[in-house]
C-alpha cells in the first residue's frame, strides 16, 4: 500500500509539472495568436483558458467518467476548491510577493475591476445554489451558466477599456520574434521550431499543449479515484484538496508573475476572473453537454443512491453527496462575499491578508468537521 501511494505521488508531482509548463507554452502561443486584442477581451477569454483550462478538463473527465451524479460532485468540488483557493490563496501570496520587492507595507486595488468582478462572482454563486436548491441540472441551468460569463465579457470589454489607447495591443510579440530561454519553461515546445513564433508555430504550440493538459488531468482523476478508494474518503474531498489545488497552480504563478512586475490589479483579477470562468465555464460547458446527450442530472436521488456510498468511510456516511453540495455553495458564497468586502475596503495590507487567510481556515473548518 505504501508502494501505491509513493507511485500516486509521482503521479502527482509529474502531472502538475506538465500542467504549468504545458499552461505557460498555451499562454505564450495565445498571446502572439491575440496580441492584437485589446486588454479588456483576452484577459476574460485567452487569460482565463489558459490558467483555467485544466479545471474545465478535470470537471469534464469526472462527468464523463463516471456518467452520474458521483463524476458531477467529484467535477464541482474541484470548481469549488480551486473557486476558494483562487480568491483566497492567490491574491495573498501575490500581495507578499509586492510587498516585498516593493519595501511597502500596503496596495490600492482597483476597486472597480474588484467590484465588477466579485458581482459576477456572487451572481454565478448564487444562480448555481438557486439550481442546487431546485434538485436538477438542466439544459437551462447550463446555458444560463454560460450566458452569465458571457455578459461578463461583455461588461469588461465595455467599461474597462474606454481608456486604454485606441491601438493598445496586450503583447509585444511579432511574427519571427525568437523566445528566449525561460528557466521557469521547463518544456519548451516552441524549441521544436527554432524557437521562432508566427502563426503556425503557435497553433501547433496550442493543439500539442491541449494535449499535454488534457492527459495530466486525466492521470490526476485517475489518480484521486484511487486515493479515494484506497484511503476509503468520498471522492468529493479529494477532488476538493488535490484536484483543486492542482489545478490552481497555473493561477498562482501567473499572478505572482504579475505582482513581482507590479501588474497587482492583474494579479488579483486573475483570480476572481478564473473562478467566474471555473463556474460558468468550467461547469456550464460541461453539462451542457452532458445534459444534451443524456438528460438532466436529478441531485436528489443521491439521497438514497447506495451506489454513491462505494466508498466506506465516516465522512461519506455521515452526509449524502447532495447535501454535502448544498452544504458547501452557502460556505462558497459567504467566504466570497466576506474576501470581496476585504478587498473592497481601503488599501490591502499585511493585516488583510491575514483575515483572508482565516476566513478560508474558517470556511474549510465549516465544510470538513461541521
Known amino acids: 500500500m505504501v508502494y501505491t501511494f509513493l507511485v ?19 499562454d ?10 485589446p486588454k479588456g477581451i483576452k484577459g476574460p477569454t485567452i487569460n482565463a483558458v489558459a490558467s483555467s483550462l485544466p ?68 451572481i454565478s454563486i448564487i444562480f448555481l445554489g438557486i439550481a442546487f436548491l431546485y434538485g436538477s441540472i438542466s439544459i437551462f441551468t447550463s446555458l444560463v451558466l454560460i450566458s452569465i460569463y ?13 481608456d486604454e489607447p485606441e491601438n493598445h495591443k496586450t503583447s509585444n510579440l511579432k ?20 524557437n521562432k513564433i508566427d502563426a503556425r508555430s503557435s497553433v501547433i504550440v496550442l493543439v500539442l499543449s491541449l494535449l499535454l493538459i488534457s492527459i495530466s488531468c486525466h492521470i490526476l482523476t485517475l489518480s484521486c479515484e ?12 479529494i477532488s476538493f484538496f488535490i484536484a483543486a489545488i492542482a489545478s490552481s497552480i497555473p493561477d498562482t504563478f501567473l499572478s505572482i508573475y504579475d505582482a513581482k512586475n507590479d501588474k497587482i490589479d492583474d494579479a488579483f483579477s486573475n483570480a476572481f476572473g478564473s473562478n467566474i470562468f471555473d463556474i460558468c465555464i468550467g461547469l456550464g460547458l460541461p453539462l451542457f453537454i ?17 451506489r454513491l456510498s462505494s466508498y466506506s468511510s465516516v465522512l461519506s456516511s455521515v452526509k449524502s453527496t447532495y447535501l454535502l ?43 470538513l468537521v461541521i
Not at 8 to 24: G, Y
Not at 28 to 37: C, E, G, Q
Not at 150 to 162: D, G, N, P, S
Request: a positive charge; glycine letters at 4%.
Open 325 to 367: 453540495m448544498l452544504h458547501s455553495i452557502i460556505l462558497l458564497f459567504m467566504l466570497s462575499f466576506v474576501t470581496s468586502l476585504i478587498y473592497c475596503l481601503g488599501r490591502f495590507n499585511e493585516f488583510k491578508s491575514i483575515l483572508v487567510l482565516i476566513s478560508y481556515g474558517i470556511f474549510l473548518y465549516f465544510l
Open 150 to 162: 458571457l455578459i461578463y465579457i461583455y461588461f469588461v470589454f465595455k467599461f474597462r477599456t474606454e
Open 28 to 37: 505564450l502561443a495565445a498571446s502572439y495568436i491575440s496580441r492584437n486584442l
Open 55 to 122: 479545471e474545465l478538463l478535470i470537471s469534464s473527465l469526472f462527468l464523463f467518467y463516471y456518467d452520474d451524479i458521483t463524476g458531477f460532485s467529484a467535477g464541482y468540488a474541484t470548481i469549488i476548491g480551486s473557486a476558494a483557493f483562487n480568491i483566497c490563496v492567490i491574491p495573498v501570496l501575490a500581495s507578499w510577493f509586492y510587498f516585498r520587492k516593493s519595501k511597502s507595507t500596503s496596495l490600492r486595488i482597483n476597486k472597480v475591476i474588484i467590484f465588477q468582478d466579485s458581482i459576477f462572482n456572487l
Open 290 to 306: 452532458y445534459v444534451l446527450l443524456n438528460g438532466n442530472i436529478s441531485l436528489e436521488d443521491s439521497l438514497d443512491s447506495t
Open 226 to 237: 484511487q486515493i479515494s478508494s484506497l484511503a476509503g474518503i468520498n471522492l468529493f474531498y
Open 175 to 194: 511574427d519571427g520574434d525568437t523566445i528566449k530561454r525561460n528557466k521557469t519553461l521547463t518544456l519548451n515546445l516552441f524549441s521544436f521550431f527554432d
Open 8 to 26: 500516486l505521488v509521482l503521479k502527482f508531482i509529474i502531472s502538475i509539472n506538465i500542467i504549468w509548463t504545458a499552461s505557460k507554452n498555451f
